[in-house]
């Protein structure tokens, strides 16, 4: 079984850090992506940053010069150092990661976590 858990959210004023951790666990053979996104009340989830295995990295454009990714894959952790936070940043963060299990050497599956809240309000 692998599971992914989020860590690190919570109530942020404007122009304030937050730092995200994403730790995967379980039989896991190798992690390609990881990744996070964030889904706001009332609005779909939405690509926030990713992170592929050899450390090419993607953001969206309304968090680039804000927001970094990185990772730790002796920890299979995956981080999002989150700076100058915005109100329009409040969303839930959920970490997603392109993972082989030993049990399925062949299948690349993607699994997601149950996510973590941040909210940015003074």
């Known amino acids: 079984q692998v599971q992914l858990v989020e860590s690190g959210g919570g109530l942020v004023q404007p122009g304030g850090s937050l730092r995200l951790s994403c730790a995967a666990s379980?039989?896991?053979?190798?992690?390609?992506?990881m990744g996070w996104y964030r889904q706001a009340p009332g609005k779909e989830r939405e690509l926030v940053a990713r992170?592929?295995?050899?450390?090419?990295?993607e953001y969206a454009n309304s968090v680039k010069g804000r927001f970094t990714i990185s990772r730790d894959n002796a920890k299979n952790t995956v981080y999002l150092q989150m700076n100058s936070l915005k109100p329009e940043d409040t969303a839930v963060y959920y970490c997603?990661?392109?993972?082989?299990?030993?049990?399925?050497?062949?299948?690349?599956?993607?699994?997601w976590g149950k996510g973590t809240l941040v909210t940015v309000s003074s």
């Open positions: 997603s990661a392109d993972i082989i299990r030993y049990s399925t050497p062949t299948l690349r599956l993607n699994f």
């Open positions: 379980g039989s896991i053979f190798s992690i390609n992506d």
């Open positions: 992170i592929a295995s050899g450390g090419n990295t």
